[in-house]
C-alpha cells in the first residue's frame, strides 16, 4: 500500500449558535489521503466538503472551531500550528485551487505578480528564473501567449483562463498535495471538460496527490481514483471509484446516482424525498433516517458506524448495506415516452432578431438601423400545444433572451411572435392583454430572486389569483391550498417566508406560481440549475406529472444536456443566439448533426468511469458573434474555409427531422463523425 | 451564516411580534442597551419635566447670579440667575419634538421620491438625481441659515425646512434601495404577470426597501437634532427665553471660564441625547441586518 | 479613461450651474431683496433707490442672473453690502484662512482615520477595536460646538496651554496663525477621523472576507504582507468616493466651530453675511462653498479612476 500523505482523526467542527448551543458542522471524520493518488469528496450543498477541505489546509473560517480530531499532514497536525508554521506548508506543500477562480484572484494584482509571488514564496529561483518559470507554468495551463497573459489582470481572461491561472498558482510552489473546490463548477460544459483533462494530465506527469471537492459526480468519475461521500457532515461511503459509482452500497448514494439524468438513459430518473438536514437539526439516529428507502427501527435510534468491508474495499455508514450489495445497480429508469410530435402551433416565433446596444440619440431621431450584429438573430421556431421544447447552449448563447422577449419583458427587434396562430404578441408588455399575460407564465433559476423574501406563500400565490381572476377571502384561500397540494405541499406551507423554505421547496412554490395563472405556456429559465441532484429529479418530475395533467407548453431552457433530454420532446441549439440545429430530442443526441451539437453533447460528463467525453474543439469563448458566415465558423472542427466565413448557411433537414444550418451536408458530416 | 438556528420550526409572527422581535434583538447587545435606555429616558422626560421642574424657568433674579451647585440649586445658576437644573431638563423638549416630525417628514418625502426615482430610471432619474445633487452641494447650514433668518424661527418654519434639507440625502439611498430591489426575480416576475406600476410599488419593492429606508430616517434624526442643536447655538434655533441646550451652551460658553456648570448641564443633556438616537439607530439597523457604516453622511 | 473623467467634469459643472440657479432663485422668493432685507427699517427713499441702482435690482431676474453668472464666471462676485467694498476683497483672506485650517484638519485626519481603521479591522471585535470604536462612536456624534466648547474649557480655561478663542486680524500671516489653529483643528479633525476610520474599517472587513483574501492565506502569503498587498488597495479604493463625501458634508461643522473658536475664516464669514442680511455675499458663499464641494468630489472620482486596474487597463489596451 503506498503511503499517507495526509490522515485526518475523528475530526469534529462546528460552532456556536446564538443561543450558545454547540452545532456540529462535520462529525467524527476519520480519513486517509495516499501519495499519488486523486480522491474525490462529493456530497450535497451545505455537507460539509468545502469546510473538510480546508480543514486540510489547517484553515478554519472565522467562527468555526475544532471540537475534536486531529488533521496530520506527515503526522503534523495542522490544526495545532501557529500561522508562521503554517505559511511554510500553505502553497509549498499543500495548495489550494479554490472555487469561482474569478473572485479568488486578487483583483488589483497582475496575473504574473501573483504566480511570481507563488513562487518567490516557496521557491529559491532567482528574479530571471521565475519568470521563465511563470511562462512555463502558463504554458503548462494551456493559456495561449504567456507573456502577454501575464501582464493582464484577472477581469481580463475569461471564466475558464481564470481557473488555469489558480492552477498555474497552485503548480507554482511544486505541492505534495493540491485540494480542489469545486474548480469546474460555473464553467460551460466544454470548457470543464478541458480543465478536467488538464488536471488529469497534470496528476499524472507530477505524481502530485489531489483531492478534488464537487457535486457533481460526472466530474469525480473522470478524475478520481477514490471517492468519499458525505451527508450532513458525515462520511456515508467510501472506496474505489468504480464500486462507488457502479455498486453504490449506501442508500444515499444509491438514491443519489438514480437521481441523476444521464444521456445514457431515457426518460426521467428517480427522485428522492425530502432534503438534508440543516446543521443542528439533525435526528439523534441515522442522520439519513427521513429519506430513506431502507430504513428500520434500529436506524431511528442508533447511529451507523463507518464500516469497512474488506471484499470490497469500501467503507459503509449503514446498518442495512448488505441488502443494497444484492441489488444490481442496473438502472430501470421511470418511462417518459416522447410523445409523437402533433403540429398544432401555439406559439410561432419568425426570423425573430433580439438586440441590446442601445440606440443613440441621433440614430433614434433618424430611425436608423445602427446594430448590425444583434445578440440573437433570425431565430425560427414553431411550438406545438402540450410539448416541451428545449433550448441548449452555452452561456451568453441568448436563450434566456430569447423566453424574455417571449414573455414581453424585451422587445424584438425584427421578426415577430404569434400566439395560438393568429394573434400577434405586441413587444411591448403594457400593450398586451391581461389574457395573453396570463397565458404566458415564467419560472426562474434561482427561487431566491424570484421570490418576494418579505411575503409569505399566501401572499405570493395569491398575486396571480387576485390579478387574473380576482378572487377573495375563501375562494382565494381554497385555490391557494389546491395549488400547495399541485405541488405536493402541505397547505400549513401557506404561512411561511420563502426563507423558512428549502431550495426544492421554495422552487416548488416559484412552480405553483406559475400554473396558478392557468396558464397555456409555461417558459422555464434554468429551472433546477440551483438545485441539489436530488432535490432537481423531484423538481422535474412534479413538472412533468402538471404537464401531463394539463396539458400545458413548456419552454425549456438548461445549460444541463442531460435534464434536457429527460424532458423535453424537441430541442434547440443554440449558438452565440443564431440556431445551430433544431428537431427531436430522441434523434438530436443520438445523431448530433451540426458541428456545435456534436462537440456540446460530446463535452458532457457521465456520472461513469468508462464513458469519457470527446473533445472535439477548442473551448475558446468569442465575445461576439461574427458579423457574416456562420456563427459556429470561430471554433468549428471541420470549417471548409471562405465559404463558411462569408455565407451564412442554409438550413437542410435530414430524413430523422433533425434540421441543421451547415454548409456541409448532413450526409457528409455523419461520414466524418464515424472517421474520428 | 450565523442563522442556523433552527428556521424550519420557526413560527409565523404577527407584526406586532416582529416588532417586539426587533426591539429585543436591539436590547440584546450592550450598546443598543445603552442607546435605547438613553432615548427612553430622554422621552420620558421630555413629557414628564413640566410637572416636576422645581422653580420657573424663566424667572430672572439677578441676586442669584452665577450660584455654584448646591442643594438648593444642584445645577448651579446662570448669569441671569435662572436655576440651571431646571432650564436643562426642560432644554430637550424643543428640539426633540421639532426633529423627531422633521424626520418623518424627510423620511417621507425623501423616501417616495427615491423610490420613484429607483423605478422610472432613465431621463427623469437623471434630472431629479442632478437637482438632488446640487442641493448636496450646497452646506445644509448655509441654508438653513438663509431660510430662518428670512423667514423666522417659528416651528413651522423650521420642521419643514429641516425635513426638506435632512430628507434629500434619504433620496440617495430609497433610489439605491430600489435599484438592488428592482434587479430581482421577483420584480421582474410581477412585470410579466401585467402588474400596474402602483401595485409593484405597494406590493413589491416598499416592504423590501421600507427597513432600510427606516434605519435612514433613525439616522437622519439624530444628525437632524446636531443641526437643529447648532443653529440655536449660533442664535438661529429658537429664541429666548426659551430653555434650548445648544442656546444655553452659547449663553454660559463666555463665562465659562468661572461658571463652568451651566455650560457644561446642557452639554451633557445634548451629548447623551445624540449619543442615544445614534446608537439605537445603529443597533436598528443591525436588527433589521443593514450595514450603513460604509455610507457618507450626506 | 479619458472620456470619463470630462463626463465627470461636466457632471461638476451642470450641478454647480444648478447650485447657482437655485441660490439665485431661493434668494429672489424669500420674502424682500437684498435692499430691503440689508437696509430693513430704513428700507424707503434715497438710501434704498440708491442701494437698488448699486446691486441692479431695476433689472428683470433673468437678466439680472445672466449679468451675475457672467461676472461669477469671471470672478467677480459682485459688491457686499455691509463690507462696503468688492465681494473678492472680503473673501480672500477668508479663503486663505479657512483652507489653512481644512488641510490641516484633513492632513491630520485622514492618515490618523487610516491607521485607526485598519487597526480596528484587523483586530476586530478584539481590545483596541473595542476601545477605538466607542471613542469614535462618542467624537463622531457630539456636535463640533459641543466638542469645541469642551476643548477650550479643557486645555485653554483649566489647563491653560493655547489661547482658547482666536483673537488675530482677518489678514495675519501664516505663521502667526498657527499656534491659534491648534485647537479648531483637532475640534475639527475628530469628528473627521471618527467617521472616516469606521468606513475604511468596514471595508476593510469585508475585504478580509473575500475569496481573494482566503486564497491569499491558502497560498501561504505572511500576514502583513498580505495586508498590504492584498487587502489595502482593494479596501481603500471604495473608500476614496465616501471619505470624499465625508469631508464635504463636514464643511458645515467648519462653520460653526469656526464661530466658536472666533477664527476669521469663511464660516465666520457664512454667520456675518448672514446676521447682516448681506444676501450678495450669501449668494457668492454658496456659490464657493459647493464648488469646494464639487472639486473634493471630483478629485475623489480621478483618484478612483486612475487607481482602479479595470479602468487602468481598458486605456492601455485602446
Ligand atoms: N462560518 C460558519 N458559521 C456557521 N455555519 C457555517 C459556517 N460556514 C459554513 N457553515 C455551514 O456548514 C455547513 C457546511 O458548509 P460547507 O461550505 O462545508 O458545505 P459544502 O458541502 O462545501 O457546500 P457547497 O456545495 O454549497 O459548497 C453548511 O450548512 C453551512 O451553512
Ligand atoms: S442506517 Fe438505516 S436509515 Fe441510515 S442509511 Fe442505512 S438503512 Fe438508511
Ligand atoms: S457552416 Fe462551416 S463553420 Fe459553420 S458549422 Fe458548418 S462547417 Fe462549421
Ligand atoms: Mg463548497
Redesign the interface.
Known amino acids: 500500500m503506498k503511503t499517507n500523505i495526509q490522515e485526518i482523526k475523528d475530526l469534529s467542527i462546528g460552532f456556536k449558535s446564538q443561543k450558545g448551543k454547540q452545532i456540529s458542522i462535520l462529525r467524527n471524520i476519520t480519513t486517509n489521503i495516499r501519495k499519488g493518488e486523486t480522491v474525490g469528496i462529493v456530497g450535497e450543498s451545505g455537507s460539509g466538503k468545502s469546510t473538510l477541505a480546508l480543514a486540510m489546509m489547517g484553515y478554519i473560517k472565522h467562527g468555526l472551531f475544532t471540537t475534536r480530531g486531529e488533521c496530520l499532514f506527515k503526522s503534523q497536525n495542522l490544526l495545532s500550528l501557529n500561522n508562521k508554521e503554517l505559511e511554510e506548508i500553505r502553497g509549498r506543500k499543500i495548495a489550494m485551487i479554490p472555487q469561482n477562480a474569478g473572485q479568488a484572484l486578487t483583483p488589483n494584482l497582475k496575473i504574473g505578480y501573483q504566480i511570481e509571488e507563488a513562487l518567490r514564496l516557496h521557491t529559491d529561483y532567482s528574479k530571471t528564473e521565475r519568470e521563465k518559470k511563470i511562462s512555463e507554468l502558463l504554458n503548462q495551463v494551456r493559456l495561449p501567449s504567456p507573456k502577454i497573459m501575464a501582464l493582464r489582470y484577472p477581469h481580463e481572461l475569461s471564466g475558464g483562463q481564470q481557473q488555469r491561472v489558480a492552477v498555474a498558482m497552485a503548480l507554482a510552489g511544486n505541492p505534495e498535495l493540491l485540494l480542489l473546490d469545486e474548480p469546474t463548477t460555473g464553467l460551460d460544459v466544454t470548457t470543464q471538460a478541458h480543465v478536467l483533462e488538464l488536471l488529469k494530465d497534470i496528476a499524472k506527469d507530477t505524481g502530485t496527490s489531489m483531492v478534488y471537492v464537487s457535486h457533481d459526480l460526472g466530474a469525480i468519475a473522470q478524475v478520481c481514483d477514490r471517492v468519499i461521500v458525505m451527508y450532513a457532515g458525515e462520511i456515508v461511503l467510501e472506496g474505489p471509484v468504480r464500486k462507488i459509482l457502479k455498486e453504490p452500497i449506501h442508500p444515499y448514494t444509491y438514491g443519489l446516482l438514480k437521481s441523476i439524468p444521464k444521456l445514457s438513459l431515457a426518460g426521467l430518473p428517480d427522485s428522492m424525498p425530502g432534503s438534508q438536514p440543516q446543521p443542528g437539526n439533525i435526528g439523534s439516529g441515522c442522520s439519513f433516517y427521513d429519506r430513506c428507502n431502507f430504513s428500520n427501527d434500529k436506524c431511528k435510534v442508533n447511529v451507523p458506524k463507518l464500516e469497512y468491508i474488506s471484499e470490497m474495499d469500501t467503507s459503509v455508514r449503514c446498518f442495512n448495506h448488505s441488502e443494497l450489495i444484492s441489488i444490481t445497480s442496473e438502472q430501470k429508469s421511470k418511462n417518459h415516452l416522447q410523445k409523437e410530435i402533433t403540429i398544432d402551433e401555439i406559439l410561432d416565433l419568425k426570423d425573430v432578431s433580439i438586440s441590446y446596444a442601445k440606440q443613440g440619440i441621433i440614430d433614434q431621431f433618424l430611425n436608423k438601423v445602427t446594430d448590425t450584429n444583434p445578440t440573437v438573430k433570425d431565430i425560427n421556431i414553431n411550438i406545438n400545444k402540450g410539448e416541451t421544447i428545449a433550448l441548449v447552449g452555452e452561456s451568453g448563447s441568448g436563450k434566456s433572451t430569447i423566453l424574455k422577449s417571449i414573455a414581453g419583458l424585451l422587445k424584438t427587434k425584427d421578426g415577430y411572435i404569434k400566439f395560438d396562430k393568429e394573434k400577434l404578441l405586441s413587444g411591448d408588455l403594457k400593450k398586451r392583454n391581461s389574457e395573453d399575460l396570463r397565458s404566458i407564465q415564467l419560472i426562474f433559476q434561482n427561487p431566491d430572486e424570484s421570490l418576494n423574501p418579505n411575503h409569505t406563500v399566501e401572499q405570493i400565490l395569491s398575486q396571480p389569483l387576485k390579478l387574473y381572476f380576482g378572487l377573495t377571502g375563501s375562494k382565494l384561500k381554497s385555490s391557494i391550498a389546491e395549488l400547495l397540494e399541485k405541488v405536493r405541499l402541505g397547505a400549513f406551507y401557506m404561512s411561511r417566508y420563502p426563507r423558512q423554505l428549502s431550495g426544492g421547496e421554495k422552487q416548488r412554490i416559484a412552480v405553483a406560481r406559475a400554473f396558478a395563472a392557468r396558464p397555456d405556456i409555461i417558459l422555464c429559465d434554468e429551472v433546477t440549475s440551483a438545485l441539489d441532484v436530488s432535490v432537481q429529479a423531484a423538481v422535474l418530475d412534479l413538472l412533468q406529472k402538471l404537464k401531463e395533467e394539463l396539458g400545458t407548453t413548456y419552454v425549456f431552457v438548461s445549460h444541463d444536456l442531460a435534464v434536457v433530454k429527460a424532458i423535453s420532446d424537441r430541442v434547440a441549439v443554440l449558438y452565440q443566439g443564431r440556431l445551430c440545429e433544431i428537431g427531436p430530442s430522441k434523434n438530436v443526441y443520438q445523431f448530433p448533426s451540426h458541428p456545435y451539437t456534436e462537440v456540446l453533447i460530446g463535452a458532457v460528463l457521465e456520472p461513469d468511469p468508462d464513458i469519457k467525453p470527446k473533445l472535439v474543439a477548442e473551448d475558446i469563448v468569442e465575445e461576439k458573434p461574427p458579423e457574416i458566415g456562420c456563427s459556429f465558423q470561430g471554433r468549428c472542427p471541420r470549417i471548409i474555409g471562405d465559404k463558411c466565413r462569408n455565407e451564412t448557411p442554409p438550413w437542410q433537414i435530414g430524413d430523422n427531422g433533425n434540421a441543421i444550418r451547415c454548409h456541409i451536408g448532413i450526409e457528409e458530416l455523419k461520414i466524418q463523425q464515424s472517421q474520428c | ?8 420550526n ?1 413560527n ?1 409572527k404577527s407584526s406586532l411580534a416582529k416588532v417586539l422581535d426587533i426591539i429585543t434583538t436591539m436590547a440584546s447587545k450592550p ?1 443598543g442597551f445603552i442607546g435605547l435606555a438613553i432615548l427612553i429616558f430622554h422621552v420620558i422626560l421630555a413629557i414628564s419635566s413640566p410637572w416636576f421642574a422645581p422653580y420657573d424657568y424663566k424667572a430672572i433674579n439677578p441676586s442669584l447670579m452665577l450660584n455654584a451647585p448646591s442643594s438648593e440649586f444642584w445645577f448651579g445658576t446662570d448669569s441671569l440667575g435662572r436655576d440651571v437644573f431646571t432650564r436643562t431638563i426642560l432644554g430637550g423638549r424643543t428640539a426633540l419634538t421639532i426633529t423627531f416630525f422633521g424626520s418623518i417628514i424627510a423620511l417621507l418625502w425623501g423616501g417616495l421620491l427615491g423610490i420613484f426615482c429607483g423605478l422610472v430610471g432613465g431621463r427623469i432619474d437623471d434630472i431629479v438625481m ?2 438632488v ?11 438653513m ?3 430662518v ?3 423666522g424661527t417659528t416651528t413651522e418654519v423650521l420642521i419643514p425646512a429641516l425635513g426638506f434639507f435632512y430628507g434629500k440625502g434619504i433620496v440617495r439611498v430609497a433610489r439605491a434601495a430600489t435599484h438592488d430591489v428592482i434587479a ?3 420584480i ?8 400596474s406600476n402602483l401595485s409593484i410599488i405597494w ?2 419593492i416598499l ?2 426597501v421600507r427597513d432600510a429606508i427606516l434605519v435612514e430616517g433613525a439616522m437622519r434624526w ?1 444628525w437632524m437634532l ?2 437643529f ?2 443653529l440655536s ?2 442664535g ?1 434655533g429658537v429664541s429666548p427665553p426659551t430653555p434650548d441646550w ?1 442656546l444655553m ?2 449663553n454660559a ?1 463666555g463665562l ?2 468661572f461658571a ?1 456648570w451651566a ?1 457644561i448641564a446642557p ?1 451633557v443633556g ?2 447623551s441625547l ?2 442615544g438616537i ?2 439605537t439607530a445603529d443597533a436598528f439597523a443591525k436588527a433589521l441586518g443593514i ?1 450603513r ?6 | 479613461m479619458f472620456f470619463l473623467i470630462f463626463k465627470r467634469f461636466v457632471l461638476g459643472l451642470i450641478t454647480l450651474f444648478i447650485v447657482s440657479l437655485i441660490t439665485f432663485i431661493g434668494v429672489e422668493i424669500l420674502p424682500g431683496d437684498a435692499c430691503t432685507s440689508y437696509l430693513e427699517r430704513e428700507a424707503f427713499g434715497e438710501a434704498l433707490a440708491a442701494c437698488i441702482k448699486r446691486l441692479g435690482l431695476d433689472v428683470p431676474a433673468h437678466e439680472r442672473y445672466l449679468s451675475w453668472a457672467f461676472n461669477v464666471i469671471q470672478g467677480d462676485f459682485g459688491y457686499s453690502l455691509s463690507g462696503q467694498m468688492q465681494i473678492n476683497e472680503v473673501l480672500g483672506p477668508r479663503v486663505k484662512n479657512s483652507l489653512v485650517l481644512a488641510s490641516a484638519a484633513i492632513i491630520i485626519g485622514i492618515p490618523l482615520a487610516l491607521i485607526l481603521g485598519i487597526i480596528t479591522a484587523l483586530w476586530r471585535d478584539k481590545m483596541p477595536d473595542i476601545i477605538i470604536s466607542t471613542v469614535a462612536i462618542f467624537s463622531m456624534t457630539i456636535p463640533e460646538f459641543i466638542s469645541a466648547t469642551l476643548l477650550i474649557l479643557i486645555v485653554a480655561i483649566w489647563l491653560e496651554w493655547l489661547p482658547g478663542i482666536v483673537i488675530v486680524p482677518t489678514d495675519v500671516t501664516f505663521f502667526e496663525l498657527l499656534p491659534n489653529i491648534i485647537l479648531p483643528v483637532i475640534a475639527i479633525a475628530m469628528i473627521m477621523t471618527a467617521h472616516m476610520a469606521r468606513m475604511v474599517r468596514s471595508s476593510v472587513i469585508q475585504v478580509m472576507a473575500s475569496d481573494y483574501i482566503q486564497m491569499a492565506i491558502l497560498k501561504g502569503v505572511p500576514y502583513w504582507k498580505m495586508v498590504f498587498k492584498h487587502v489595502l488597495p482593494n479596501a481603500l479604493l471604495p473608500a476614496i468616493n465616501v471619505v470624499a463625501l465625508t469631508i464635504a458634508w463636514l464643511l458645515g461643522g467648519v462653520v460653526v466651530t469656526e464661530v466658536v473658536f472666533n477664527y476669521p475664516g469663511l464660516g465666520r464669514l457664512v454667520i456675518e453675511s448672514i446676521s447682516n442680511r448681506d444676501l450678495p455675499v450669501v449668494q457668492a458663499l454658496g456659490i464657493i462653498l459647493a464648488s469646494i464641494y464639487v472639486s473634493i468630489n471630483f478629485i475623489a472620482d480621478l483618484l478612483t479612476l486612475m487607481l482602479n486596474p479595470r479602468l487602468k487597463t481598458l486605456q492601455t489596451r485602446k
Open positions: 451564516m450565523e442563522n442556523s438556528k433552527n428556521i424550519f420557526e409565523p450598546s442632478r437637482i445633487d446640487a442641493f448636496l452641494s450646497i452646506p445644509w447650514i448655509l441654508a441659515l438663509l431660510i433668518s428670512l423667514l430581482k426575480d421577483f421582474v416576475s410581477a412585470k410579466a404577470r401585467g402588474h406590493n413589491e416592504p423590501n439624530s446636531l443641526g442643536s447648532s447655538f449660533l438661529f445648544g451652551i452659547s460658553r465659562m471660564s463652568w455650560v452639554i445634548l451629548s445624540i449619543i445614534n446608537l450595514d457604516s460604509t455610507k457618507a453622511p450626506v
